[in-house]
């Protein structure tokens, strides 16, 4: 397993940016696939972006398309989420996620996670 701490979160107001990162240790993060999940409270933990391991293939939830954008520079052992036009239905703890092979867009496919950062986003 590989691990990881995101940084980033904070208090925004809405249309504005953050941009989370997530560094890893442990392993290198070449040949993993990384993913961005959220959790609000009282809500189950949701998928927000994923990238494949080369940074080829992403994918987005419908909710964050057209505003988010995940990345990662694996010499850095590091990804990032990239988000804009944020909206206080954004609010959530953020996790980031790894796990071998491919892309994924399921919670439980993950097998390695962040402890999280808050973004808040006032209305």
């Known amino acids: 397993q590989v691990q990881l701490v995101e940084s980033g979160g904070g208090l925004v107001q809405a249309g504005g940016s953050l941009r989370l990162s997530c560094a890893g240790s442990?392993?290198?993060?070449?040949?993993?696939?990384m993913g961005w999940f959220r959790q609000a409270p009282g809500k189950e933990r949701e998928f927000v972006a994923a990238?494949?391991?080369?940074?080829?293939?992403?994918q987005y939830a419908d909710s964050v398309k057209g505003r988010f954008t995940i990345s990662r520079d694996n010499a850095k052992n590091s990804m990032y989420l990239q988000m804009n036009s944020l909206k206080p239905e954004d609010t959530a703890a953020y996790y980031c996620a790894a796990r071998k092979t491919v892309l994924a867009i399921i919670t439980s496919d993950y097998d390695s996670w962040g402890q999280g950062t808050q973004v808040t986003v006032s209305s």
């Open positions: 442990g392993r290198t993060f070449s040949g993993y696939a």
């Open positions: 990238i494949s391991w080369s940074g080829s293939s992403t």
